[in-house]
Nanobody, 122 residues
């Protein structure tokens, strides 16, 4: 089992930045790919970014490319999502996930955190 806990969400003005953190515990986190997803109200969970087990491969949704950066520190069992140039449409709950595949769909991930709220005011 892998337990994931997100932190770093909050309220920020449009154009501002936030850094989300995901702390992992349990089995060796370095064996798992990791991803960030978000779920706007009334919509399905959508892909934001993913990173491979060794951090070499990353993927981003078109909507966040060039604004968000995913990274990881396996020695600390941490995954991060640096979010810059935030927009009001980025407002929603963000979830950290871990799985065997560096996928861009929620079904690729077996473990999920509880989510952290990000609110971007205009």
């Amino acid at each position: 089992q892998v337990q994931l806990v997100e932190s770093g969400g909050g309220l920020v003005q449009a154009g501002g930045s936030l850094r989300l953190s995901c702390a992992a515990s349990g089995r060796t986190f370095g064996r798992f790919a990791s991803g960030w997803f978000r779920q706007p109200p009334g919509k399905e969970r959508e892909f934001v970014a993913a990173i491979s087990q060794n951090g070499v491969v990353t993927y981003y949704a078109d909507s966040v490319k060039a604004r968000f950066t995913i990274s990881r520190d396996n020695a600390k069992n941490m995954v991060y999502l640096q979010m810059n140039s935030l927009k009001p449409e980025d407002t929603t709950v963000y979830y950290c996930a871990a799985g065997a595949v560096t996928g861009q769909q929620a079904r690729h991930y077996d473990y999920w955190g509880q989510g952290t709220q990000v609110t971007v005011s205009s």
